[in-house]
C-alpha cells in the first residue's frame, strides 16, 4: 500500500471518528456546528502542515538524488580515466616488447 493512500486512509478515519465523536456527544445543534467547523478548520491545517512538509522532503530527496547521481557519473568518468591510461600503458610496453626493448 502507497504512503499516499495510508495517510489519506488515516485522514479519513480520523475525521470520521472526529464527526462521530462530536456527533454523539450531548450538546445543542448550534455548539456540535461549531465545533465540526472547529475540527474541520484543524484538520485542514493539520494537512496543509503535512502537505508542506511532504513537498519539503521530496525537495531534500531531489537534492539527494541529484548529489548521488554526480557522485556516480564522478566515479565513472575516474574509472574510464584510469581504464584508458591502463590501456595505453599497456599498448606502449608491448610496442616497447615487440621491437626488442627499444621504445619508439
Do not use: C, F, Q, W
Amino acid at each position: 500500500m502507497s504512503t499516499k493512500s495510508t495517510l489519506a486512509i488515516a485522514l479519513t478515519a480520523l475525521a470520521a471518528g472526529a464527526a462521530l465523536g462530536i456527533l454523539l456527544a450531548p450538546a445543542s445543534g448550534k455548539d456540535t456546528r461549531k465545533k465540526l467547523v472547529r475540527k474541520g478548520s484543524d484538520l485542514r491545517e493539520r494537512l496543509s502542515d503535512m502537505l508542506e512538509e511532504g513537498g519539503d522532503l521530496i525537495e531534500k530527496l531531489k537534492g539527494d538524488a541529484s548529489d548521488l547521481a554526480n557522485k556516480a557519473k564522478d566515479s565513472a568518468s575516474t574509472a574510464k580515466d584510469r581504464v584508458k591510461d591502463a590501456a595505453h600503458e599497456a599498448s606502449a610496453t608491448a610496442r616497447t616488447t615487440a621491437n626488442g626493448g627499444y621504445k619508439s
